[in-house]
Structures are given as C-alpha cells and as structure tokens.
C-alpha cells in the first residue's frame, strides 16, 4: 500500500509549515520529556550507550508528533481546511508598512495616555480614602 497524498497540488506551502510545526513541537516536546526523565537508570545498552526512560520517552513523543503531523497534512477534511485558510490568506488586503507602523503608533500613545489616567485615578482615590475619611 502506498502513500498517496490528498490533492496533491493544493496547499504545498500551508502542508510543510503545518507539518513543520508539528515536527518542532515533537521535537522540543522530546526534549522536555528527556530533560524531566533524563536522571532515570539505564534501561539497556546500544553501542556502548546507555538508553534511559528519558531517551525512549522523548523519542516516542518526537515520531507521535511527527508521524502524527505527517497523518494530518494528508486527512481530507483537515487538508480542505488548511487548502480554504490558504485561499482566504491570499485574498486579505494586508496593510502596507506606514500603517502598520501608524496604527502602532496609535496603540503605543492610548496606552500610555490610559495608565497615566489610572495611575492618577488610583492615587485621587488612596488619598481620598486615606486622608480625607481614614478608612484604609
């Protein structure tokens, strides 16, 4: 039985990155897993080295991940899905650099300007709590 991929020609892109991901995620998922269990005693030797929990563990979640991965870029419903996201990507009229950086300037001055005024809020009400009536 041969591996065939699902509409082979659509969605090269979304598929490697998905897949990427999902590899990357295994690997440092691995990592972890073999950092957590990595003091564990031996289990057994392969060429002079010994293989631990944390070996065998972080490997088998390194192939869940990536063979886990490789299953999904190819399930049809989730490739459709992947092949849609795809085509909506391309039709979005994405904002040119000025705006970015405008719209960031803009974000940056509401923030500062709104802690400032809670900031000021906030002391208004602790003196007022605290002198005027000493209730805190």
């Known amino acids: 039985m041969a591996i065939q991929i699902y509409k082979k020609s659509q ?19 691995g990592n972890q897993i073999y ?11 392969v060429l002079g080295y010994e293989i631990n929990w944390g070996h065998t563990l972080g490997v088998g979640v390194f ?14 419903r989730f490739v459709d899905l992947l ?3 795809e ?5 979005v009229n994405w904002p040119t650099w000025r705006q970015v950086l405008e719209a960031t300037g803009v974000v940056i001055t509401v923030v500062i300007i709104l802690s400032v005024f809670i ?4 002391r208004t009400v602790i003196i007022f709590f605290l002198r005027l009536i000493g209730v805190l």
Request: glycine share 14%.
């Open 11 to 29: 969605g090269k892109y979304v598929r490697m990155v998905t897949l990427g991901a999902a590899v990357l995620l295994g690997l440092f998922g």
């Open 35 to 45: 950092a957590h269990f990595g003091d564990l005693p031996a289990i057994f030797r």
């Open 63 to 76: 192939l869940l991940f990536s063979l886990g991965g490789l299953w999904a870029v190819n399930y049809p």
């Open 83 to 85: 092949i849609d996201t």
């Open 87 to 91: 085509g909506e990507l391309r039709r």
């Open 119 to 122: 900031v000021l809020v906030d």
